[in-house]
């Protein structure tokens, strides 16, 4: 989890094309920032993610702040139990989840980033087979 104090933020803020995106579910009882340069998002197929509606960008847990509704967030886990999905409990939007391939990272759901619409169109939309992979992956 970073916060804003760090100079390593403030220095990472700086960097060319890094941003710090706003983020929260439906009805704003979990608001969450992260850090990142989104050129790529994916969007899963697995049983799970077609039905959550997801487009997932990944970042490292440490560019990842939860600012409020720790109380409102549910988790959900299948399959193997070590992906950890997490949603909120009053709207159901799911927002972010740490896969199972990648536990120190998150795939945070840009579909709750406050300005996704003015760039969502701008970005790659990588398509990922979690159907299979899900399948051949312990």
């Excluded at 706003?22 to 992260?34: E, I």
């Excluded at 969007?43 to 993610?49: A, E, G, I, K």
């Amino acid at each position: 989890m970073f916060h804003p104090q760090d100079p390593d933020v403030e220095e990472q803020r700086t960097a060319p094309g890094l941003r710090l995106h706003q983020a929260s579910c439906h009805c704003g009882a979990v608001r969450f920032r992260f850090l990142s340069h989104i050129e790529e998002v994916v969007q899963c197929n697995c049983s799970y993610c077609v039905r959550k509606g997801a487009l997932h960008h990944r970042i490292d847990a440490r560019h990842f702040e939860l600012l409020a509704g720790a109380r409102a967030l549910n988790l959900y886990r299948f399959g193997t139990l070590r992906a950890t999905h997490f949603f909120c409990r009053l709207c159901g939007t799911h927002t972010h989840c740490h896969p199972r391939s990648a536990p120190a990272q998150i795939n945070v759901n840009v579909r709750c980033v406050e300005d996704v619409h003015l760039w969502l169109a701008t970005v790659r939309v990588r398509d990922h087979d979690g159907r299979a992979w899900a399948l051949d992956t312990p």
